[in-house]
Structures are given as structure tokens and as C-alpha cells.
């Protein structure tokens, strides 16, 4: 048994760095939301006015549509896609490890490079259409996924899906792996097809992990800003722009650190309520 | 090179018909980029002089709109990227690629591009000053602050501090090492050089690049970037609403009546960076 001293000792240290690097610039910024401040004169006191102005501005709530699809997009698509993939590799025999590799693999590459790489296989010029309509004349395959403002966001989202569906996949796969066989053998005897056995047997069996999936993917999701900043900017003409490019935009273009922090806020309390809704449907019996 | 912007829709018309790019300049994603010659339409069109009281407030932006339609419409004509749908997409490199292949005639940047010049190019390609787009504008070169070096006042020891800028910027010799190793020019442009000042080794285009821009400025004759001189808000505006008018989502006449109200409200609530007087 550790003694309380210890344990004080043992947390103190994490504690304080929590202190230092996310509580103390949170309470900063709930401070600086209410003042006009450039970053590098003094904060003015101003109420609730940069709120007010939040309310009024129509590339906020542009922005936030565009967060709402793109965390519901996360919160459906990769992991329909990672159950799927870890229920089919989860039956295989042999051979498991080849896809937990190949599908992890972009989960461990920065997103940098993810996106580079993405730039160049959609590339206007040079990319697959690219090369598809100058070689086959097939000019319908050269779409503009990063120049089209009507299909950029999912574009992106598209990428930043590549390397996240992976890693859920190896949470579920191995969450999977943690259900008894005994359950499958049972089901199989009472005649459970394989979607019933899914439905039945590994959703139940996994659900910790679905949910802790599900509220790591919401929060994290509702935050973008590397994909979109590094691929677009929320360009072109704001078809990308979500919270996080705008609130940067504001702080370090405009110059205006005390309304991007009052973006900061509304952005953080409105993923708050988000997660808030998700734990408590939960504890009120809904099956996630 | 054409001196006039009639000169330049000839010549990007009989480019276009050939297949060939008038100028290969792009955003690649970052529409901040697009400010890059939005400052040539309003220094090189308006001329310097329009601007600076642009800048001041004596002016009313409303007088730009012609500088700024024509810029959209180079644009929308497909003159900067080939087509208007690959204007958001490519990137700096594969514009230099454009240009020196022969798929573009040219390309507006500023100083720091000149080493990207001299890697894709070699020999093939030169500067000029941004050339003038209206009438009675003549040859200038657009002053920036891209970056600036200062001690500072609690330094312990200032004296020593501003020994070392000396003797990295002050140093002629040294200066043009750096300049023929890395082609970068911006920053040592505070020396005012003459041709003598450099060996053989030095790229001649980097010659002619320091020793126009002392004397060039040195008489008066400058423009204004959008990034140093105008207030924040005003700047971004520009560049990011020109993306919407790009792709149809606002109009020139918004886009133009959209920048007063900004830059009002800026100027008098912060004060704007006071442009040199030419």
C-alpha cells in the first residue's frame, strides 16, 4: 500500500506541469476572451463585446457548420470503417499482423507528410487524375479536391481519415480479441449470422473501447486545425474554414489575440457540451 | 516586358492561345500568397504615390477598384495558373517548374525568390522590377519588412551586441559571400553597394538586383507591401476576399466597398505603420 506522502510526491511533479502548461494558459485565455489585446500591448478590459461580436460574425458560424460535419463525419465513417476492418481481419486465421502493420503504418507517419503525400497523388497537374486525362483523355478523372471549394473539406477530411481509421483499427482489433471465442462457438450454435454475431456479441464485448474510440475521436475531431491549415488554410474562399484556422487567422493575421481567444472559448465550451451530451446519453442506458 | 497593363493582356492573350502561362503564380493553399500581386496591381497600377495616401486615409480605397478588378479578372482569365481551377492548387515549386520549362512566361515574387530562381533556371531566367501598369508609373521597387533585428534595451551589454550586427551586416566582403552562397538578398539590401563591391563569383543578376535597389530608392522611388503597411485586418481582407470574388462568392463591387469600412475602423482604433514618404 503507498502512503498518502508518497502518492503526493508521485503526483505533484505531473501535477504542476498540468498546472504550467494547460491550466494556467486555459485560465489565461478565459481572461484574455474578455479584453481587446493585439499580443503585444496591454489587455483592455471589454466585457462581453467580443462575444457579441462572435454571435454577429458569419465566418464563425460558417466555421463551426464546418467543424459539426467534420466531427460527425469522424464520429461515423472511419469508424464504420476500423469495426468492419478489425470484425474481417479479427476472423482470419494468419496473416493478422500484415494488416494491423499496413494499417497502422500512416498513424505513426506525421501529418505532414501525410498530407504531402496526398498533395501529390491529387495534384492537378501531376497527379493520378492528372496523368488519367492526359494519357486516357479521361478529363473527368482530374478533379480538383483541394481547389474545389464544394469538396474540399471532405478531401481533407479524407486524408486525415487515412491515418486515423488505422489506429482505431488496432484498438478494435485488439479489444476483439479480448472476447471469449466461447461467445462466437454459442452464437454459431443458436445460428447467428455473422452480422448478428457482430451486433450481438463483439459490439457488446468491445464497448469500453467503442466509447473511449468514440469520445477520443469527438474531442479530437472537433478541434482540427493541422490537416486543414497544412493541406488549405480553410481555403479556398473559407471552403475548409473551421474554428481552429479561423481563430489562428485572427490571432496571428489579424493581430487579434483577445477575439481569438473568445473563439477559443465557445469553441472549447461548445466540444465540452458535445462530450457532456455523449457521457451522459451514455449513463442514461443509450448503447455506446 | 510589356509597360503598361494593356501591354500585359496582349501579351497573356497571344500566351493563352499558344498554351503557354503568362505568369506562374498560384496560392498552393495559402491564400496570403495572393497578396504578392495584389501589391503590384495597387503599387504598379495606382503607383506608389495613389497607395501612400491610400494608406494615409486621403484617399478613399473605392479609387483602387480598377487596380483590383484588373488583378481578379487576370485571374479569372486563367493567366496566373494556366486555369482558374489550378490557381488554388500549385505550388511555388511547380511554378518555378512552369517557368523554367518554357510553360510560363514569367513570375511575380519578391526578392526572396531569387534563389529559387537561380535553382530551377541557371542561367535561363533574369529579373526585372515589377513593371508599371498605369500611366505616369514608373520604375520602383516595393519596400518590406520581412524581418527586423533589434537589441535590446535590458541587454547587459548593448555595446557588444550591436558589435556583432556589425560585423555580419556591415561587412561588405562578407555580405557578398553570403550572397553568392545562398542567393538571398533581402536582408543585406540596408548596404548601399556598387558594382565593385563584389568579386566575379558573385551572381551578376544579384549585382544588378543591390546595386538598382540602392540607387533606385535611394531616389524616392518605392512602393508599399500590403504586409508591412497596412493595418492587419485591412491586409487579410484583401487577400482572403479575393478568394470569394475568385470563386464567385462576392462580387468586386463588395469586395471593394468591403475594405473601407475595415480599414477605418483599424486605422482609428490602432493607427496604421506610417508609410516612408517617397
Redesign the interface.
Given at each position: 500500500m503507498i502512503a498518502t506522502r508518497q502518492l503526493i510526491v508521485y503526483v505533484t511533479p505531473l501535477l504542476l506541469l498540468q498546472l504550467a502548461v494547460i491550466v494556467g494558459p486555459a485560465l489565461l485565455n478565459i481572461g484574455f476572451a474578455f479584453t481587446q489585446w493585439r499580443g503585444f500591448d496591454r489587455p483592455v478590459f471589454n466585457g462581453i463585446e467580443n462575444f457579441e461580436r462572435l454571435f454577429a460574425d458569419s465566418v464563425f458560424w460558417l466555421a463551426l457548420g464546418h467543424n459539426i460535419q467534420w466531427t460527425l463525419f469522424f464520429l461515423t465513417v472511419p469508424i464504420f470503417m476500423a469495426l468492419v476492418g478489425a470484425f474481417l481481419v479479427s476472423r482470419l486465421r494468419r496473416g493478422q499482423m500484415i494488416f494491423r502493420i499496413l494499417y497502422f503504418i500512416p498513424y505513426i507517419v506525421a501529418p505532414t507528410v501525410n498530407a504531402e503525400i496526398w498533395r501529390y497523388i491529387l495534384n492537378p497537374l501531376h497527379g493520378i487524375g492528372a496523368q488519367l486525362e492526359r494519357h486516357l483523355g479521361w478529363g473527368w478523372a482530374n478533379v480538383g479536391f483541394f481547389t474545389d471549394r464544394d469538396l474540399v473539406l471532405w478531401s481533407i477530411a479524407n486524408v486525415d481519415n487515412w491515418h486515423w481509421w488505422g489506429f482505431l483499427f488496432v484498438l478494435y482489433l485488439t479489444a476483439m480479441q479480448s472476447v471469449s471465442r466461447d461467445l462466437y462457438d454459442a452464437a454459431k450454435v443458436d445460428g447467428a449470422t455473422a452480422w448478428e454475431q457482430f451486433r450481438h456479441v463483439t459490439v457488446p464485448g468491445i464497448r469500453p473501447t467503442l466509447f473511449y474510440t468514440l469520445m477520443i475521436t469527438l474531442s479530437g475531431s472537433f478541434l482540427i486545425f493541422d490537416y486543414v491549415w497544412i493541406l488549405t488554410e480553410g481555403g479556398p474562399a473559407r471552403g475548409s474554414e473551421v474554428l481552429g484556422s479561423y481563430m489562428y487567422k485572427q490571432a496571428i493575421y489579424g493581430f487579434e489575440m483577445g477575439y481569438s481567444a473568445a473563439i477559443a472559448l465557445g469553441m472549447t465550451a461548445i466540444a465540452a457540451a458535445f462530450s457532456l451530451v455523449f457521457v451522459a446519453a451514455r449513463r442514461w442506458g443509450a448503447e455506446v | 516586358m510589356p509597360s503598361s497593363a494593356e501591354g500585359f493582356e496582349k501579351l497573356c492573350a497571344a500566351a493563352k492561345e499558344k498554351s503557354i502561362n503568362c505568369f506562374a503564380n498560384t496560392?498552393a493553399?495559402?491564400?496570403?500568397h495572393g497578396e504578392w500581386w495584389i501589391g503590384w496591381h495597387l503599387n504598379a497600377g495606382a503607383g506608389p504615390g495613389a497607395l501612400y495616401r491610400t494608406i494615409k486615409g486621403e484617399k478613399p480605397w473605392a479609387e483602387m477598384r480598377p487596380h483590383l478588378e484588373r488583378n481578379a479578372n487576370w485571374i479569372k482569365q486563367g493567366w496566373y495558373s494556366g486555369k482558374p481551377?489550378?490557381?488554388?492548387?500549385?505550388s511555388h515549386d511547380?511554378n518555378w517548374s512552369m517557368v523554367a520549362s518554357g510553360k510560363a512566361l514569367m513570375r511575380v515574387s519578391g526578392t526572396w525568390d531569387l534563389g529559387r530562381m537561380r535553382k530551377f533556371c541557371n542561367d535561363k531566367c533574369d529579373w526585372v522590377a515589377a513593371p508599371p501598369l498605369g500611366a505616369g508609373v514608373g520604375e520602383h521597387f516595393e519596400l518590406a519588412i520581412g524581418e527586423s533585428i533589434s537589441i535590446s534595451a535590458d541587454s547587459k551589454n548593448p555595446d557588444a551586441a550591436a558589435a556583432v550586427l556589425d560585423h555580419l551586416f556591415n561587412d561588405r566582403a562578407r555580405a557578398a559571400a553570403i550572397i553568392e552562397a545562398s542567393c538571398f538578398s533581402a536582408w543585406v539590401v540596408p548596404l548601399k553597394w556598387q558594382a565593385g563591391d563584389f568579386t566575379a563569383a558573385v551572381d551578376p543578376r544579384m549585382v544588378r538586383f543591390l546595386t538598382s535597389f540602392s540607387d533606385v530608392t535611394g531616389q524616392g522611388r518605392f512602393g508599399y507591401t500590403t504586409w508591412t503597411f497596412l493595418p492587419?485586418?485591412t491586409?487579410?481582407y484583401l487577400f482572403?476576399a479575393l478568394?470569394?470574388v475568385?470563386?464567385n462568392?462576392k462580387t468586386i463591387d463588395a469586395y471593394v466597398n468591403g475594405i473601407q469600412p475595415i480599414f477605418d475602423r483599424e486605422t482609428s482604433a490602432?493607427g496604421a505603420l506610417p508609410p516612408p514618404k517617397m
Open positions: - | 496560392t493553399g495559402k491564400s496570403s481551377d489550378l490557381y488554388f492548387g500549385l511547380e492587419p485586418k491586409r487579410l482572403e478568394d470569394d475568385l470563386a462568392k490602432i
